[in-house]
């Protein structure tokens, strides 16, 4: 019944993360692509360690083996039953069978591992290129053109923003469904603050401050930024938001790549159906080179097409990339752009896969890789899989040897206490010591009344014990002394003699009797006496 809960508690884990955890779920199994030679190397160290305990189980039958020896019929037979053994038997070839079955699937596991990571050097491709998130949101507020500006700076290839058009047809830059977090709008108009940005008109939107916010400790959008000057600050504190006109006029200073997401118009707004024009109709107007726009949106496209033919750009989720539609897209010679990788270890996976591009809010530290990491070449990891795997070896060899002889000593000192001295232990002669207490030897009757010594026959026996005869002795008129009154003290009794127990010979025992010898001292006391008394006759 515990097995079958624990069964059921794993799949309601299981479930419970592919429903709800299934982007970080699928982050898990993207990262052993990078990780895979190190967990293999680690769990082989965790396999050593687990051997001690493991080898040490499997001699946990030997202390009952060991005492079943000594039991009697009765108790082997009760030992049996219980089965104590012969389950321990079957829980140590249970944990060794799982134990050999594992050890040798991490030796294996080398065979299977297909990461990018590990292939010669001359076959690593470029460097992928940055395409700033929300320009570079670490360095100055989001989507604002200092952020852009920033990017610029680290070597941005790209930028990378969210578009809305507001109710008076401006395009401008924004990513959030309403102003709360990136403007102040709460202190200027508190009534509008969850309202949709793209019903506010543009003289409104360009009033609002959007990079106050950014330079309050409580507010920073990321734990591990780092610290702003005291001009960046100031810089930040004056920004607003800006429109796509401004980027476009950036990026074609720069000649920096624009990818855009465009937000579509909620109901009732004037470019509901239309929006997708305006906005191209907006980068037609700025000049800039059609080959420098990432088109991403998938509405109208015919129009798109037609008008801007060199738009051009696949972008894909790197979760949605690597299992499956990363090969045909290299084979089609498909120009690919990830979102969003932040970390090293992904960026360094990108740069194995040999992406193009990669779109990051991290392009400070990014910018900054020579080489990837965690890359090796063939011929070292395999060095280190036959030195890891042989190290583990000799480790594990050396554990099981250790408890082999520990156990080969624990039985030849059963083997040696087992038969200790029992073929002699009939020779030996057993001397008893007496009690301190007891030493009177030895004693007799002679004590309680003078007669009974004298018609006493000895008994043999192990020890001296004079019993009484049988023969009833006389009691004469006048051997009967009086009672007198009793006094009002006892005198104790002194021993006189010393008590000694002596073991007769058992060949000369011809009986189960002990004769037991002694002197009792005698005792004085006052003899009461009583006055006569006459009793009637019947």
Not at 12 to 18: G, N, T, Y
Not at 123 to 142: C, D, I, V, W
Request: glycine share 4%; proline share 8%.
């Amino acid at each position: 019944i515990l097995i079958l809960l624990v069964i059921l508690l794993c799949v309601i884990l299981l479930f419970i993360i592919c429903k709800f955890w299934k982007e970080r779920w699928q982050v898990a199994g993207l990262s052993l692509q990078i990780f895979s030679p190190y967990v293999h190397l680690f769990s082989i160290t965790v396999m050593v360690i687990l051997s001690w305990p493991v080898e040490g189980m499997s001699h946990r039958a030997e202390p009952f083996r060991m005492r079943r020896n000594r039991m009697t019929h009765s108790e082997k037979k009760r030992l049996k039953k219980c089965n104590v053994i012969t389950r321990l038997r079957g829980l140590q070839v249970a944990v060794g069978l799982l134990f050999l079955l594992i050890l040798l699937s991490l030796y294996l596991m080398p065979l299977g591992i297909n990461s990018p990571c590990i292939q010669e050097k001359e076959n690593l491709g470029p460097k992928p290129t940055f395409f700033g998130y929300r320009g570079a949101p670490m360095s100055g507020p989001e989507n604002t053109m200092m952020s852009f500006e920033k990017a610029a700076e680290h070597g941005a290839h790209g930028l990378e923003t969210d578009i809305y058009l507001s109710y008076d047809h401006v395009p401008f830059l924004m990513h959030d469904f309403d102003l709360r977090r990136t403007t102040n709008i709460r202190e200027v108009q508190p009534e509008s603050a969850f309202q949709n940005p793209a019903f506010f008109n543009w003289d409104f939107l360009s009033s609002l401050n959007a990079g106050k916010w950014f330079v309050k400790p409580e507010l920073r959008p990321f734990y591990n930024m780092k610290p702003l000057s005291e001009a960046d600050k100031e810089r930040a504190r004056n920004q607003s938001i800006p429109t796509l006109a401004d980027l476009l006029t950036l990026a074609k200073k720069e000649r920096k790549f624009v990818i855009f997401d465009l937000r579509s118009p909620p109901p009732k707004h004037p470019l509901r159906h239309t929006f997708v024009r305006q906005v191209v109709s907006v980068i037609l107007a700025s000049k800039i080179e059609q080959q420098l726009i990432f088109w991403l949106p998938t509405h109208d496209m015919q129009y798109v097409r037609s008008v801007a033919p060199d738009f051009h750009i696949i972008n894909v989720n790197y979760r949605r990339l690597f299992p499956n539609g990363l090969r045909d897209y290299k084979a089609a010679n498909i120009r690919i752009n990830i979102y969003t990788a932040n970390g090293p270890w992904l960026f360094s996976l990108a740069w194995c896969s040999r992406i193009n591009s990669v779109t990051t809010d991290n392009i400070g530290l990014l910018s900054q890789l020579n080489h990837p990491h965690f890359f090796t070449t063939p011929r070292s990891y395999m060095f280190m899989w036959l030195l890891a795997d042989t190290i583990s070896v000799l480790f594990i060899i050396t554990i099981f040897c250790f408890h082999w002889r520990r156990k080969t000593k624990k039985e030849k000192l059963f083997e040696t206490s087992k038969n200790p001295t029992d073929t002699h232990s009939g020779n030996l002669h057993i001397s008893i010591k007496s009690p301190a207490q007891v030493v009177e030897r030895p004693w007799t009757l002679a004590a309680l009344h003078p007669a009974l010594p004298k018609s006493g026959k000895e008994q043999q026996g192990h020890s001296n014990f004079v019993a009484a005869s049988k023969k009833l002795v006389p009691i004469k008129n006048n051997a009967v002394t009086p009672l007198k009154p009793a006094k009002h003290y006892i005198q104790s009794p002194t021993p006189t003699t010393v008590f000694e127990l002596t073991r007769a010979p058992t060949r000369q025992a011809t009986t189960s009797e002990a004769t037991f010898q002694t002197t009792l001292p005698t005792l004085k006391a006052d003899k009461p006496t009583m006055p006569p008394v006459e009793v009637p006759y019947p």
